[in-house]
């Protein structure tokens, strides 16, 4: 039980802003923090049903339910995955070699193109928070896409290649137990899809096919773009996997109220 206890609070304590007992990160609460990972995304979706329903009971208007649902994913992971996000963005507006984008990765800089993307991610995702209506179904939806997102980014570290200087990554990849993690997080990702797909009907469906479209450019962006992921391909993935989610969403929503 303290094993697990303490698995759990490395993965919080590296993936979110929430405060964490002090441990010190040993191999054996490592092998398998990965597969905590995810429970990061459940707490997320959690978050998103308490708001959901204080704006529901305090009758509070609808953008500042908007509002508070687009900033609660950075406030509680303290924008560790945006971090990666903008990397990733002024690196691909380079058009560079992996090499020097691997570079531009490394940078402490913010440039102007990821500049320009975060404003752009952030006026996307608020105006599809202030969209989504916050039915039981759609808030399901919302927090075990959290959880979707953050199982396929832990399964990304244990199957697919890493790039040279990736050191974070390769920290937690290491010294994982890969067999163990693959097996945890391969049953996160079929739960989770099982779930969308079984509470959520047509949007749950969508919302899997989603992450799994955005899952398979990830792939395809890292070996192409950049010889393998990395931390900052990993934030990359995760953003823009819960913006297309959340799209499909509000988008099966739109259609459904049409017919």
Same mark, same amino acid.
């Given at each position: 039980?303290?094993? @697990?206890?303490? $698995? %759990?609070?490395?993965?919080?304590?590296?993936?979110?802003? =929430?405060?964490?007992?002090?441990?010190?990160?040993?191999?054996?609460?490592?092998?398998?923090? @990965?597969?905590?990972?995810?429970?990061?995304?459940?707490? =997320?979706?959690?978050?998103?049903?308490g708001w959901a329903a204080a704006v529901s009971?305090?009758? @509070?208007?609808?953008?500042?339910?908007?509002?508070?649902?687009?900033?609660?994913?950075?406030?509680?992971? #303290?924008? +560790?995955?945006?971090?990666?996000?903008?990397? /990733?963005?002024?690196?691909?507006?380079?058009?560079?070699?992996?090499?020097?984008?691997?570079?531009?990765?490394?940078?402490?800089?913010?440039?102007?193109?990821?500049? +320009?993307?975060?404003?752009?991610?952030?006026?996307?995702?608020?105006?599809?928070?202030?969209?989504?209506?916050?039915?039981?179904?759609?808030?399901?939806?919302? #927090?075990?896409?959290? $959880?979707?997102?953050?199982?396929?980014?832990?399964?990304?570290?244990? /199957?697919?290649?890493?790039?040279?200087?990736?050191?974070?990554?390769?920290?937690?990849?290491?010294?994982?137990?890969?067999?163990?993690?693959?097996?945890?997080?391969?049953?996160?990702? @079929?739960?989770?899809?099982?779930?969308?797909?079984?509470? !959520?009907?047509?949007?749950?469906?969508?919302? %899997?096919?989603?992450?799994? =479209? %955005?899952?398979?450019?990830?792939?395809?962006?890292?070996? $192409?773009?950049? !010889? &393998?992921?990395?931390?900052?391909?990993? &934030?990359w993935f995760l953003q823009k996997a819960e913006?297309?989610?959340?799209?499909?969403?509000?988008?099966?929503?739109?259609?459904?109220?049409? +017919?």
């Amino acid at each position: 039980m303290k094993w @697990l206890l303490e $698995t %759990v609070a490395v993965a919080f304590a590296m993936f979110s802003a =929430i405060p964490m007992p002090r441990i010190d990160w040993k191999r054996e609460n490592m092998r398998c923090a @990965l597969g905590a990972f995810p429970l990061v995304g459940a707490v =997320i979706g959690f978050a998103w049903w308490g708001w959901a329903a204080a704006v529901s009971y305090l009758a @509070l208007p609808a953008i500042l339910r908007g509002a508070v649902l687009c900033v609660l994913p950075a406030l509680l992971t #303290g924008g +560790i995955h945006l971090d990666g996000y903008a990397d /990733v963005s002024d690196a691909l507006a380079s058009h560079a070699s992996p090499e020097r984008k691997q570079e531009i990765l490394r940078d402490p800089h913010i440039g102007a193109f990821a500049a +320009i993307r975060l404003c752009v991610y952030f006026a996307v995702y608020f105006g599809l928070c202030c969209a989504v209506e916050p039915t039981a179904t759609a808030l399901w939806c919302a #927090g075990i896409g959290f $959880t979707l997102s953050r199982a396929l980014s832990a399964a990304a570290l244990t /199957v697919f290649p890493l790039a040279e200087g990736s050191s974070l990554a390769r920290t937690f990849a290491d010294a994982a137990d890969k067999s163990l993690v693959r097996g945890v997080v391969g049953a996160e990702v @079929l739960l989770c899809a099982v779930a969308l797909c079984g509470v !959520g009907g047509y949007a749950g469906c969508a919302v %899997v096919c989603a992450a799994a =479209i %955005v899952f398979a450019r990830y792939a395809h962006t890292a070996k $192409t773009q950049f !010889g &393998g992921i990395s931390g900052d391909l990993a &934030g990359w993935f995760l953003q823009k996997a819960e913006l297309w989610m959340l799209l499909a969403l509000v988008a099966v929503q739109a259609m459904e109220a049409r +017919i």
